[in-house]
């Protein structure tokens, strides 16, 4: 799968990227069309993954903003441009991604408007740069990696990027100097190649040729940001949803935990009907009952293992137990928590995954698990350090409903 960025808010700007994530190729067009024609050119007939500097999902129903707008903003602070279909024109955008998905179509290479990360159908991704670059400038903080949460918090949701968008009273010099202490700050991030950034910057010398820089720093963005999704989902956040809008951006834990946090704690939940577990889980674990008989009436137990890829979740080490409601879904199928009893997980990657740990349900009526034995989990997670620790489910153990 070949992945794309596209800036569609500066400029029409395009480039590919190569395996190893640097710039191969940059197209500039005119119009749609040729952006379009320009972006199939550079698929060359293979499966693209390309992000999207522009509302790609918007609902009908005639609204200013829509509801990942506004999760940006009490979650994260940032303010994005309103993507509504009432919005107004210059702010929206939303009529450029509907127009580029038709035009894609037209040139041949038709697209979903959200991320296909089974890699089987070409896709769209939709980026923010603005958000990005804050993600990325936190990432370089010696903040985000040590002190109070509640602070790095607060650091977090005030840090504001440099504005690229417009030049301002200090003309086009004034704008290139900003871009100039952009990428002085982003330094070489992981996954994004900004050297043509720098090489474009480097030959300004008007108002034109430096929107043509940002345009292509934009561009670039999008496109690592959207190769980082699909390599390692883990070190992203899906924020909002495929229905009424999303948008993708790279996240340590402390942006996992602003972005994802719910708002409402589920609780303990009824238990799991066997048939409609089954239809949840069949496809992608095997099924066995742990019981040797079903005793009508009386609640059985059904257990999940997950041979391939296992659901990935990370939680919060603050207490002797994992609570739920700090535990965000990374990668792989949803769990379901109706009736989950006991899990047994990996912490890590590699061998580690490997060697099971028990997680088995409290009586708390908050949603939550011991450690079991809590002297084997000591070995691997001390105490109450606060970090993040990701992990991949292996066996999940519900108990069922009772049958007829």
């Known amino acids: 799968m070949r992945v794309l960025g596209v800036d569609l808010t500066e400029g029409r700007t395009a480039v590919q990227l190569d395996e190893e994530g640097r710039v191969a190729a940059t197209r500039r067009a005119g119009g749609l069309a040729e952006l379009a024609g320009a972006l199939a050119d550079l698929a060359a007939g293979d499966l693209v993954l390309a992000g999207v500097d522009v509302p790609l999902v918007v609902p009908q129903k005639a609204a200013r903003s829509r509801p990942v707008e506004l999760l940006a903003a009490r979650r994260l602070g940032t303010r994005l441009p309103a993507g509504g279909r009432s919005a ?62 509640a602070t790095r918090e607060t650091l977090f ?21 900003r871009l100039e202490l952009t990428l002085l700050a982003l330094g070489s991030p992981e996954g994004y190649d ?3 950034v720098e090489d474009a910057l480097a030959t300004a010398g008007d108002e034109a040729s430096t929107a043509g820089a940002v345009s292509l720093l934009r561009a670039v963005l999008a496109a690592g940001t959207a190769r980082r999704y ?13 229905e009424s809008g999303y948008t993708v951006l790279p996240a340590d834990a402390l942006v996992r935990r602003l972005a994802l946090r719910e708002a409402r704690r589920p609780g303990r939940g009824a238990l799991f009907p066997t048939t409609s577990l089954r239809e949840r889980l069949g496809k992608v674990a095997s099924l066995h009952s742990p019981d040797l008989l079903d005793v009508p009436g009386r609640a059985g137990r059904l257990t999940a293992v997950f041979e391939t890829e296992g659901p990935r979740y990370e939680f919060d080490n603050l207490d002797e137990m994992l609570w739920w409601k700090h535990t965000r879904h990374l990668a792989g199928a949803a769990l379901p928590i109706e009736g989950l009893e006991e899990m047994v997980v990996g912490l890590g990657d590699g061998d580690g995954e490997r060697a099971g740990l028990r997680l088995v349900r409290s009586r708390h009526r908050t949603l939550s698990f011991r450690f079991d034995p809590p002297a084997v989990w000591r070995r691997r997670v001390p105490p109450r350090d606060g970090r993040t620790y990701a992990f991949r489910v292996l066996r999940a153990t519900y108990q069922t409903a009772p049958g007829a």
Not at 130 to 144: F, G, H, I, M, Q
Not at 160 to 170: E, I, N, Q, Y
Not at 230 to 242: I, K
């Open 88 to 149: 107004a024109p210059a702010e929206r955008g939303a009529l450029l991604g509907d127009l580029l998905l038709s035009a894609l179509a037209a040139a041949g290479q038709p697209t979903l408007p959200y991320p296909d990360r089974d890699q089987r159908t070409s896709s769209l991704c939709e980026v923010h740069p603005d958000l990005v670059l804050k993600a990325l400038l936190w990432e370089r903080s010696p903040r985000a990696a040590s002190g109070d949460p």
């Open 157 to 177: 949701r005030a840090l504001v990027p440099p504005d690229l968008s417009a030049s301002g009273r200090g003309g086009w010099p004034e704008r290139a100097a």
């Open 194 to 196: 900004l050297r043509p």
């Open 230 to 242: 699909l390599l390692a989902p883990e070190t992203c956040v899906f924020l909002g949803d495929r």
